[in-house]
């Protein structure tokens, strides 16, 4: 009859020592030391024995002069108390951390656009039209279509209506209120003043 193999039997009162000494090693790879009070508060001190609460007080401190806050007092420049947490003085505009530098913004050259200009009509004030005695040119205002006009040079009299041949009209710009003389092939097409380049649609 074959015996089967005892298993050997660990007692928990010698496995302690060890786990203690596990648990210990731990701890002091950790860089922390835990020592309990008898009232059981737990005070946790670094390895290098600062206390965590002055470790973040420092690091609070630090964090104030990156930020560049002002703890207020004085301005070192007008006098004026101003309050905290300002970055410039708000009566003489100074810089009130010395950390802090002005790094103003260089305003760019203001460039004006050109101005679109709209489509304007422009109706004809008279037209210039040949005399049919002497064939001078005459200028003849549209108040006078459809009634007998006399020639100045050669006193031809003449009826001032459509069948008569015009050479040329003329016109006010509506842009810049400059005459404008065009002839009459231009008549119902789009144009540009010569003075001020709007353009126009003479009628």
């Known amino acids: 009859m074959q015996v089967p193999p005892q298993v050997p039997v660990f007692r928990s009162d010698r496995l302690r020592p060890a786990l203690d000494h596990v648990h210990f090693r731990w701890r002091m790879c950790s860089n922390l030391l835990v020592s309990v009070e008898q009232a059981g508060t737990v005070n946790i001190y670094a390895s290098m024995g600062h206390h965590v609460s002055s470790s973040l007080s420092d690091m609070s401190d630090k964090m ?73 040119e005459l200028r003849i205002n549209a108040k006078y279509q459809g009634a007998a006009v006399q020639c100045r040079h050669c006193n031809h009299t003449f009826q001032y209506n459509s069948d008569v041949p015009k050479v040329a009209m003329y016109t006010t710009c509506p842009h810049c209120s400059e005459e404008i003389r065009a002839n009459m092939s231009y008549v119902g097409q789009n144009v540009a003043c010569r003075f001020c380049n709007g353009p126009l649609k003479l009628q």
């Open 64 to 136: 104030r002069g990156v930020q560049g806050a002002w703890r207020g007092g004085p301005c070192p420049q007008c006098g004026d108390v101003m309050p905290a947490n300002l970055v410039h003085c708000a009566t003489c505009r100074a810089m009130l951390n010395s950390e802090l530098t002005d790094n103003p913004i260089e305003v760019p050259e203001f460039i004006p656009l050109p101005e679109i200009m709209e489509m304007k009509t422009a109706v004809a004030r008279g037209h210039y039209v040949r005399c049919g005695g002497c064939q001078e």
